[in-house]
């Protein structure tokens, strides 16, 4: 167990160089490509000759799919430095994650039944959690009636509902979550001192 945690870690600090080698060498390259696409830089010298042979190519599925979300090309390179940015952050959470589940499974196996119990109660906590944070992005993007998004609603609405009709109207905003979140924390501290 602790040889594959230390891979973990190991994989996670060669993710987060990678990540932010390319972070900068793709903000190099999306300046570039952003100065050839407003005509500040030169549309046939040699340094536009360089993006539209090397760094278009790997912006083209952005180049297809933005515009009709109504990007501008010239802000597509940027675009790109963002998808890299969510690309390596997702990654590393996902590592991190995997990593420190494993390493909760085992201090908790170690100490066992209340240990056991203890990871039950701080993954179903964990869970109602996610589903809130889950439930509250997707409802600024537009896609509350996604599969994850009605998952999240049918994990959190038992409570959310009551909370809401309780709570006094602040306008278009719902607080709800935000007070549902800090009392989830509070309840789960409560019942993990109680064991």
Known sequence: MRDLVAMLDVLVTVLRTATLTLLVLGAALAALAWGVRTRRIQ????????????????????DRRLPRLGV???????????????????ALFVIGFVRDVLVSVY????AGARGLVSLAVRGTFGVL???????VILSWTGGSWSAA????????????????????????LDLSPLIAWFLLSLLEGAVLRLL
């Open 43 to 62: 549309p046939f010298g040699t340094a536009a000759r360089f993006v539209r042979r090397s760094v278009d190519p790997l912006l083209a599925p952005l």
């Open 72 to 90: 501008s090309a010239a802000a597509i390179p940027w675009w790109g430095v963002l998808a890299i940015l969510v690309t390596g952050a997702g």
């Open 107 to 110: 201090f908790a196996s170690n």
């Open 129 to 135: 959690q996610l589903a809130l944070l889950v439930r």
């Open 149 to 172: 998004g009605r998952l999240a609603h049918r994990c959190t609405e038992w409570f959310l509902g009551p909370l809401r009709q309780a709570l006094p109207s602040a306008g278009q």
